[in-house]
């Protein structure tokens, strides 16, 4: 039987890209509510304890763990690898420190939000140089997790250079199996077209942690036509937790278990918790799991 471990993100209580977006709550409430729902872990959360020990001592309070830890870097910029290196390498410690054995990375770079040159309208692509230093650059990063026992996961994301198919599948061929490993976040490959089965099928080796999110699908379509900032296509509510948009659990969650995958699968639920409260959605969205987890035979610890 695979051993699964469910999670959820604090990104439903309190969103770290639209800082005071919902009720005011503290990252103490956050925690009570996650494990009075009947999650084991956590992300990281700008509400939470920033230091290694302070927050392992308050998730321990809450008989949760860190699952992961999120960081953008800038690594395709050639002028600030050195120092992206050396904050991305820092993340790593951070995630190990704090009990985590996964850290998990987006590439900011040309990107519509996240570049360290500033906003952008369009995204820029990566040209082959730029490809080759990213490359590279997590070749040592995840060299540098794997000391630590840590694995690095690389997170695909709406509005980046890295978002599609055929980026993330370029990424995968010029990186190594054994040290950069694949993020999956369901929502963002559902919103960027991807055949999330057929990546799942044929790359299920590379996929170490997964962000389960739901898609509206009639958002979806409005977010591809008229191409908002990403933010924007949040506060649309274009994701939701699973069970509350139009992705097929049932079939993606089999598709991971068939593949062998063992480990987090983390619920993220990116929408405003205003209309949402996240208390409900994430009862709701572990109820919702549970059956499609008992349908496959697995039991949560």
Known sequence: MPYIRLGIGPIGWANDDLRGWGPDITGDQIMAEMAATGYSGSEMSYLYPQTPEALEDALNEHRLVLAAAYHWTNLTHEGRLDGELRRAREH?????????????????GGSLHWDADGPRSTIRPFNDAAWARLAS???EL??????RGITACVHPHAGTALERQPEVERLLSL????????????????LAETDTLGMIRAHANRIRYVHLKDVRADVAQRVRAEKPAFTEAIRWNVFGAPGQGS???NAIIGALLENDYEGWLIVE????PNTHPAFDVARNARAFLEQILEKHMVTLP
């Not at 790593?92 to 900011?108: I, S």
């Not at 995840?142 to 000391?147: L, P, Y």
């Not at 639920?269 to 405003?272: E, I, L, S």
């Open 247 to 249: 992705l097929d659990f």
């Open 142 to 147: 995840g060299a540098h997790a794997r000391d």
């Open 137 to 139: 650059a997590l070749n």
């Open 92 to 108: 790593v410690d951070f995630c190990a420190d704090a009990g985590a054995k996964f850290a998990l990375f987006a590439e900011g």
């Open 175 to 190: 990186t190594s199996p054994s040290l950069v490993h694949w993020c999956l976040d369901t929502g963002h490959a559902a």
């Open 269 to 272: 639920a990116d929408q405003d």
